[in-house]
């Protein structure tokens, strides 16, 4: 399966997509009982994963956010399709968190294709070994880093045995 080519788009930094989201998110539930606690616990948890991708460097972190923007879209689609109806009167402030949450449901695909960019980038970029901000447990580049190296060696890898004491006299 070929990889989507998006060599024109540009780049956007992954904390203006967390931003994104979270002021749409924070602007969306500032009436906690028209939504839900899913809808808030979703897209809060979503806001984690973005913190993580941001600070790590590995693709890793990135596929999580991209397939957790993937699931939330669909959840707030839930969310606001089930919530609109069961109020007979909507006051401002249902409205507004309404319009948000929609404007919200709008920009994550957008945001979900510039976490795919990144997610690809990262992945061309070295892979999950070269770039991330944890130690490697094998491969070569461990052992020059002071890791694992991956091989077994009976001598070194083997606890010190027990060596009975020398009956000899002290000198």
Known sequence: MAAVNLSGLPHVPLRVLVFAIFVL???ATLSTIWLGISYIMANYFILLLGIWAE???SPIPVQFFFFGVAFTFL???LSVAINMGSYSYI??????NA???IILIIVKPVIGLFAYKEWQDRTEGGGSGGNSNYETLGGQGAAAQGGYTGGFDN???MPPQYQPPNNQPFP
């Open 155 to 157: 001598k070194s890898d």
């Open 25 to 27: 998110c924070s602007w």
């Open 91 to 96: 006051g401002s402030t249902a409205r507004f």
């Open 75 to 77: 959840n707030d689609i």
């Open 55 to 57: 600070r790590d460097t």
């Open 99 to 101: 319009a948000m949450a």
